[in-house]
């Protein structure tokens, strides 16, 4: 299939400069396994799973199979109230039983921005529910990445996405990705009675893909403990076997009080995400009829295709044993990159905790060299792999589902882009 570029398309991509964008867009027309076709029937490799959530590879016959089969029955109806239905059911019980978290309650909703304003509504109204109204402080991380919405665009740790909105919520702060000293003074300088949560994704994703150093993710919890402040691990991109786990912190000895899930939870074969939630912050809401009450939720929340999708996927998950690959793959995939690191172009390259990793150019080709990330990316995409790139370099992240040669693929496709900088 052939898409015409005669007509600029009205579409307004997310995160794009139109004007360069308009009429000279990317039509991806097929997925099948890791890999891609444009409708031009160019091949590329899925080097990103598209954004951190194509787990399980493109067009399975078993998930359409499974979303088919719900829309026959239920396609869709709202959970508001006492309303419910078999697959949200059935998904919040699975989740349930795979979490190492005691007596966990699950809020559903759409996608990894909306489980993070959850998260935060959340933790403030726990603290007025608890007869502590005045903490609402939260604290995310510099570098961090929490999504678009409203608390989400507050606690993104990249000062160019909160540029140009005016105001942003109050009682939000940054700390030093990398230091728990960091967040121990902030905490001292806001007042611990303040603070309601500290937010931490175990590794920064869009944010350069930077793993915790070792003892940071434990350090962290620790200091939130000592001041009764709640932890909300973000593992949007980590969690569904990202970091080699279920939900993408059970590699630290941590008890994190709520988390956020999404992207690898249906694959992206269907938008959907959710906050795991521990016993004791759900305690003042469940504890009895006529008390405290979460006054929050969207339409689609609890949905039962979206739902269904998410258990088709888990049960591809655990069937070809996929969760373990991203501890299996991890030191595979640095060991492909580290050659890349006597390249003139190249400058840090991170990763090394899960299936992730990026690839700087170093600070002096950003500089001289004009449209240099994208020329990276796009020499990168020219040698078969798409790659997303961030402010200073490359990410990767490709389906589970990959083996070591695709991995050659990807670094071959990086060398190329790396060339691309180095001749320019």
Same mark, same amino acid.
């Not at 000895?253 to 912050?281: H, N, Q």
């Not at 990316?377 to 040669?405: C, K, N």
């Given at each position: 299939? #052939?898409?015409s570029? *005669? ?22 027309? +097929? ?33 359409a ?10 396609e869709?109806?709202q959970?508001?109230g006492?309303? #419910?239905?078999?697959?949200t059911?059935e ?23 909306d ?6 509504? %959340?933790? +403030?109204?726990?603290?007025? @529910? ?22 989400? *665009? ?12 005016? =105001? ?14 960091? %967040? ?17 994704? =175990? ?6 893909? +930077? ?12 200091v ?5 402040? /709640? ?9 569904f076997?990202? &970091?080699?786990t ?21 694959s ?11 016993d004791?912050? @759900? ?5 009895e ?15 039962p #295709?979206?739902?269904?999708?998410? %258990?088709?996927?888990i ?12 501890r ?7 060991? &492909?990159?580290? =050659?890349?690191?006597?390249? =003139?172009?190249?400058?840090e ?7 992730a990793a ?8 950003l ?8 020329r ?12 997303? @790139?961030?402010?200073?370099? /490359? ?5 589970? #589902?990959?083996?070591s ?12 882009? %790396? ?6």
């Amino acid at each position: 299939m #052939t898409i015409s570029r *005669t007509v600029t398309s009205a579409y307004w991509h997310p995160f794009a400069d139109m004007a360069a964008v308009a009429g000279n867009e990317l039509v991806i027309v +097929r997925g099948e396994g890791v890999y891609l076709w444009d409708d031009r029937g160019q091949r590329y490799l899925d080097g990103t799973s598209s954004l951190w959530h194509a787990h399980i590879g493109h067009g399975r016959e078993d998930m359409a199979e499974a979303i088919v089969k719900q829309l026959r029955t239920l396609e869709a109806f709202q959970t508001f109230g006492d309303v #419910t239905n078999p697959p949200t059911l059935e998904l919040v019980d699975r989740l349930v039983q795979l979490s190492p978290m005691t007596d966990p309650r699950i809020f559903l909703c759409l996608g990894g921005g909306d489980a993070i304003d959850t998260a935060a509504k %959340l933790a +403030r109204q726990y603290w007025a @529910a608890q007869g502590q109204p005045d903490r609402i402080h939260l604290i995310s991380r510099t570098n961090a990445y929490h999504g678009t919405h409203g608390f989400g *665009t507050s606690l993104v740790g990249i000062e160019s996405m909160r540029q140009g909105y005016g =105001p942003l919520l109050g009682s939000v702060s940054h700390v030093d990705y990398q230091s728990p000293e960091a %967040l121990e003074a902030e905490i001292e300088r806001v007042g611990a009675g303040q603070v309601a949560a500290f937010f931490c994704e =175990p590794v920064i994703g869009a944010g350069g893909v +930077r793993p915790a150093p070792p003892g940071y993710i434990e350090a962290v919890a620790a200091v939130c403990k000592r001041h009764g402040i /709640l932890l909300v691990i973000d593992s949007v991109i980590c969690a569904f076997g990202r &970091v080699g786990t279920w939900f993408g912190y059970e590699r630290w000895d941590i008890e994190p009080d709520m988390v956020v899930l999404a992207k690898g939870i249906t694959s992206g074969y269907l938008p959907l995400g959710g906050v795991m939630i521990s016993d004791a912050v @759900a305690e003042p809401f469940w504890a009895e009829a006529g008390g405290a009450m979460f006054r929050h939720g969207a339409t689609y929340s609890g949905h039962p #295709t979206c739902c269904a999708a998410a %258990l088709a996927n888990i049960d591809i998950l655990e069937r070809e044993n996929l969760v373990a690959r991203g501890r299996e793959l991890e030191g595979v995939l640095m060991d &492909v990159l580290a =050659p890349l690191a006597d390249h =003139p172009a190249c400058g840090e390259i991170r990763g090394g905790l899960g299936l992730a990793a990026a690839v700087d150019l170093t600070p002096e080709a950003l500089k001289s060299v004009p449209g240099a990330m994208a020329r990276y990316a796009g020499a990168a995409r020219e040698a078969g792999v798409m790659l997303r @790139a961030q402010a200073t370099g /490359l990410a990767i992240g490709p389906p589970l #589902t990959i083996d070591s040669s695709h991995l050659d693929e990807i670094a071959g496709a990086v060398r190329a882009g %790396l060339d691309a900088v180095a001749a320019a």
